[in-house]
């Protein structure tokens, strides 16, 4: 996600609150279709033990010079840098998160959009958290596979989760679901999010079920094998560039 100028830095003001002074409040999110939700701001500094198995699984298949994007209050590259001694850049377009990244001591933390980095390669790119929201739209998956081969190094790899939201849809009695593809692919949901008195402005974000990824992969030169599936239609990908 993009944050757009003069938006509030809702994560940033979220996680240093909490890291300074121990504020729990929580950022609560915005969706025209859905009620709202909340993210507990804690559970973005959660410990390895604490992650769900998914990203536990994800950390391990990290090698080599990594880059975390969205990295948020960096839980994932601190594991990968001080238990892993892996080379991590976590990256990040809140300004705040990334300055509670440095104070947490990660070495390399910026504050930088994934598609602004350039003339860096990396072994591993890490996108978790339904790594493919940042994309936004359907309509932006071959920008996006641009930019990751623009950074992946040679043998690299792209290591991404995301869920498949189909299950919010009522199946009918042979089990099969409809969809009203008029509307758009089912997985482009628009947020926006708030903190105490601030609230976002408005941004898309993806869900991307696995067939859609490997088949947006497939078309943009890339390999995809699904690694572990969640409980709640949640996965985790692995994307390599094809021989």
Not at 13 to 41: C, L, M, Q, R, Y
Not at 171 to 187: L, T
Not at 204 to 217: G, P, R
Request: hydrophobic share 35%; with cysteine.
């Amino acid at each position: 996600m993009n944050k757009l100028k003069n938006d509030p830095d809702i994560f940033g003001k979220a996680i240093t609150a909490f890291f300074e002074t121990g504020d729990e409040e929580d950022i609560i999110v915005h969706s025209p279709d859905f009620d709202n939700d909340v993210i507990p701001v804690p559970y973005l500094f959660r410990g390895y033990k604490e992650m769900p198995k998914l990203e536990q699984k994800a950390l391990q298949l990290c090698r080599g010079k990594v880059l975390d994007v969205g990295c948020g209050a960096g839980s994932h590259s601190l594991y990968l840098q001080e238990e892993r001694k892996l080379q991590v850049t976590a990256i990040d377009t809140s300004a705040g998160a990334i300055d509670i990244c440095q104070k947490r001591g990660i070495s390399d933390a910026r504050n930088i959009a994934f598609e602004k980095l350039s003339e860096e390669k990396f072994d591993t790119i890490l996108l978790l958290m339904n790594g493919t929201g940042i994309v936004g739209k359907m309509k932006f998956l071959d920008n996006f596979f641009k930019q990751l081969k623009n950074l992946l190094a040679k043998d690299g790899q792209v290591i991404i989760d995301s869920s498949d939201l189909i299950y919010l849809f009522d199946a009918d009695e042979d089990g099969g679901v409809w969809v009203d593809s008029s509307k758009g692919y089912y997985g482009e949901l628009t947020y926006s999010l708030s903190y105490k008195s601030e609230t976002s402005a408005r941004f898309d974000w993806l869900y991307l079920d696995f067939d859609s990824l490997s088949l947006a992969a497939s078309k943009n030169g890339f390999d995809c094998a699904k690694i572990y599936e969640g409980e709640h239609y949640d996965y985790l990908a692995r994307l390599t560039i094809k021989k």
